[in-house]
């Protein structure tokens, strides 16, 4: 069977709550290798809620779909404050990107709570603001970053980042409405271990299975090398 954008693929899929510091909570969902304990776990964090973004985002949900199986990756999604999906809607407001803080404390907290083994971060566009001013945490073994626009993550974050130590991968489209290649290589240079990769063709919302595939690949040479390049049939 070949897989296609709408093709789920067996895992333990279990609805989570994360509660955040600020006495918040959030929905979200855990999903797990069927049959034998992940290898790695890939921590979502989704594009601007104000335009649209959610758990649901199509990269995060197929990253759900598929990783589990084909990768042995545990996939853990959930909206940030305000934010709703077809899982439900997360408590508080959109806070841009300053109380959302806490909600990437409470993920990386419920991966701990539940040895969610080798946490990496995910952000697609806001999400990845989130991850290079919020993710610095020791339990963090690096961030993979889809779409970076730069924008509330400054120079400053980038600096801290580079003495953080971890290892950071920034995909970055080639007709990217914010960040493209060439800048994003100028900006990230500033974080010595950053790897910039320039997606020829793909644009911001990484729409077409042939990018999907890119950002999954990339993903899983991260998490669990041994895995890639992932299978097109099952």
């Not at 989130?130 to 509330?152: F, H, M, N, Q, T």
């Not at 400053?156 to 060439?182: C, H, I, M, Q």
Request: glycine share 6%.
């Amino acid at each position: 069977m070949e897989i296609r954008a709408s093709t789920v693929l067996p895992a333990r899929r279990t609805d989570i709550e994360l509660q955040t510091a600020d006495e918040l909570t959030l929905v979200g969902e855990l999903a797990v290798p069927e049959s034998a304990p992940p290898v790695a776990t890939l921590i979502c964090l989704h594009p601007l809620p104000t335009h649209g973004g959610m758990m649901d985002s199509h990269v995060l949900r197929k990253a759900s779909f598929r990783l589990p199986a084909l990768a042995d990756v545990a996939v853990l999604r959930f909206n940030t404050r305000g934010t709703s999906s077809e899982r439900g809607t997360s408590q508080g407001a959109f806070e841009e990107g300053v109380g959302e803080r806490l909600d990437v404390a409470a993920a990386l907290e419920f991966a701990e709570f539940n040895d969610l083994p080798r946490p990496w971060l995910l952000g697609w566009s806001f999400g990845t603001e989130l991850a290079l001013r919020w993710g610095r945490d020791p339990l963090v073994e690096g961030a993979i970053l889809l779409s970076p626009p730069l924008k509330r993550a400054t120079d400053a974050d980038l600096d801290a980042w580079a003495e953080f130590g971890r290892p950071l991968v920034a995909l970055v489209p080639e007709f990217d409405d914010y960040l493209r290649p060439a800048e994003a290589a100028d900006r990230f240079k500033r974080v010595p271990q950053a790897e910039v990769v320039g997606v020829d063709g793909a644009k911001h919302l990484w729409v077409g299975e042939p990018y999907v595939r890119i950002v999954l690949d990339h993903i899983v040479r991260r998490l669990n090398p041994s895995a890639v390049p992932l299978p097109t049939e099952v």
